[in-house]
């Protein structure tokens, strides 16, 4: 048997949006039948941003692996640095009716964003009842830990609606202690550690380690124990008067731009900021020390 080769794309261009963005293609690919193909049904993505992943759904795809082509896709629609993977040669089944693995594959990259980092196992997809559409796109995919999901898709010819009952493991690199920590200690790198667990029983677990900065413990925490966001004691992340990055979505970008904070926040509270370009006072929230964002 052959070895399966694949050939890294590593584009890189300058930018400050740096990132590990990463796409790959499977050896073999099952999806469901149609007249043309994009990113968004072929493509597995790991770490790209929603507005990145939002152009590439419009990109088509040839049937066969076309480096030269998917390279200049790349290059036209971002200077972020993204390392692609495909095989030398990749077997397209079309499915002429609902495809499972075009479904997992969809799934995982819409949830990957919100959840990042993060893993999914399907555990079971119960769709032997009814006959799913072959051409498809979701609805109003949110992340959820719940176990039991229904997932809604519409028909991408006559915009019915279906539901897809699904059961999911979701487990996450998440903060535990890597020691006993005290009432009142504060949290460092001797005191931390990631590691992968289930975030069906840890929803609130956290997964940036910078929210730990300056922050101190309001309990005793045993060794392995996954934090939850209220073992910390509540700090202002944004006082009154700082200049902060501000992230708004505007049409398929996210665009950043400094605002001015008119009041003092906690980590993950709403508050009000002022953009100075047009003075205007806008609701936002604190995502980290200095940092918010529009929802």
């Known amino acids: 048997m052959l070895p399966k080769i694949f050939v890294g794309?590593?584009?890189?261009?300058p930018s400050a949006l740096w990132a590990q963005i990463q796409v790959s293609f499977s050896e073999n690919i099952n999806v469901g039948k149609r007249d043309a193909y994009t990113w968004e049904h072929l493509a597995e993505f790991d770490g790209v941003p929603e507005h990145l992943q939002s152009e590439l759904a419009k990109l088509p795809l040839p049937k066969t692996p076309d480096i030269r082509k998917i390279r200049e896709q790349i290059q036209s629609i971002t200077n972020a640095k993204v390392l692609v993977k495909i095989p030398m040669h990749w077997n397209l089944t079309t499915e002429n009716n609902f495809s499972v693995e075009e479904f997992k594959r969809r799934f995982a990259n819409e949830i990957k964003n919100q959840c990042a980092?993060?893993?999914i196992d399907f555990l079971k997809i119960r769709q032997e009842k009814i006959k799913f559409p072959q051409q498809w796109r979701f609805a109003n995919l949110n992340y959820s830990t719940q176990r039991s999901q229904l997932v809604e898709i519409v028909d991408e010819t006559n915009e019915q609606k279906f539901w897809l009952p699904v059961e999911v493991k979701m487990t996450g690199l998440r903060a535990v202690a890597a020691r006993e920590i005290k009432f009142g200690e504060g949290f460092n790198q001797d005191t931390l550690k990631l590691q992968w667990v289930d975030l069906t029983q840890n929803k609130n677990a956290i997964a940036?380690?910078?929210i730990f900065s300056d922050q101190k413990s309001n309990r005793q925490i045993h060794i392995g124990e996954v934090i939850q966001s209220s073992y910390l004691t509540a700090q202002e992340v944004v006082l009154r008067g700082q200049n902060v990055k501000l992230k708004?979505?505007?049409g398929?970008?996210?665009?950043e731009i400094l605002a001015i904070a008119e009041e003092s926040a906690t980590l993950g509270k709403y508050f009000k900021l002022k953009i100075p370009q047009t003075g205007k006072i806008v609701n936002a929230k604190s995502t980290a020390v200095g940092e918010a964002r529009m929802e």
């Open 208 to 210: 940036d380690l910078q």
């Open 117 to 119: 980092p993060c893993q």
């Open 252 to 255: 398929p970008f996210e665009i």
């Open 248 to 250: 708004l979505a505007e």
């Open 9 to 13: 794309l590593f584009i890189f261009m």
